[in-house]
């Protein structure tokens, strides 16, 4: 069973960057899919970005498309998701998931086939 611990966010203007990483333990990382997700106060959780075990399958929301960017180092156990040209509007909790089944398609966008979720990390981005 995988452990996962998000870290990296913070208070930043508008037009900033973050990059958010999420560090894993107690499994063999390279056989998980990682995704990423957001929860904006009173909002539903809603997909960012995943990816693949080999990084050969990567999704974006259209939302964060050309701005973020995923990727992962398996020999650090560690994913990454950098955030360019911040918003307003991305201001949430963002949570990191990871699944050892999921096959590397559309399903990665969906919250409920991951099994393994961190604490979150909050992100505020200031106008």
């Known amino acids: 069973q995988v452990q996962l611990v998000e870290s990296g966010g913070g208070l930043v203007q508008a037009g900033d960057s973050l990059r958010l990483s999420c560090a894993a333990s107690g499994g063999t990382f390279s056989k998980y899919v990682v995704g990423w997700f957001r929860q904006a106060p009173g909002k539903e959780r809603e997909f960012v970005a995943a990816?693949?075990?080999?990084?050969?399958?990567?999704y974006y929301a259209d939302s964060v498309r050309g701005r973020f960017t995923v990727s992962r180092d398996n020999a650090k156990n560690t994913v990454f998701l950098q955030m360019n040209s911040l918003k307003s509007e991305d201001t949430a909790v963002y949570y990191c998931a990871a699944d050892e089944r999921l096959p590397a398609d559309e399903r990665l966008r969906v919250s409920f086939e991951y099994d393994y979720w961190g604490q979150g990390t909050q992100v505020t981005v200031s106008s």
């Open positions: 990816i693949s075990r080999t990084v050969r399958t990567i």
